[in-house]
Nanobody, 119 residues
Framework: QVQLVESGGGLVQAGGSLRLSCAAS????????MGWYRQAPGKQREWVAT???????NYADSVKGRFTISRDNAKNTVYLQMNSLKPEDTAVYYC?????????????WGQGTQVTVSS
């Protein structure tokens, strides 16, 4: 089975930085994209950033210019470098891997890592 293990969350002051990592293990076929989502208490999970198999990136407007998504294919790992953090960034961050075949789409999720930004 596929497992995504996240790390790097923590408590940081506004303006600080954190780097999240998500390491995938197991067999993942036909990876279409990897990305990050976040969910604050009582709110819907929202998309943060995506990096495709072709290494193109996209960001939510709320994090554009502050966050950088990257991947290391050799390590099956995706990263999220978060700079200039704001209290509004406080949430549980989830790593996502999307695998697509001709007949189905599969989404794999990490366990989540807490990011707390104090003012």
């Amino acid at each position: 089975q596929v497992q995504l293990v996240e790390s790097g969350g923590g408590l940081v002051q506004a303006g600080g930085s954190l780097r999240l990592s998500c390491a995938a293990s197991g067999s993942i076929f036909s990876i279409n994209a990897m990305g990050w989502y976040r969910q604050a208490p009582g709110k819907q999970r929202e998309w943060v950033a995506t990096i495709t198999s072709g290494s193109s990136t996209n960001y939510a407007d709320s994090v554009k210019g502050r966050f950088t998504i990257s991947r290391d294919n050799a390590k099956n790992t995706v990263y999220l470098q978060m700079n200039s953090l704001k209290p509004e960034d406080t949430a549980v961050y989830y790593c996502n891997v999307r695998a697509r075949t001709a007949v189905a789409v599969f989404d794999y999720w990490g366990q989540g890592t807490q990011v707390t930004v104090s003012s």
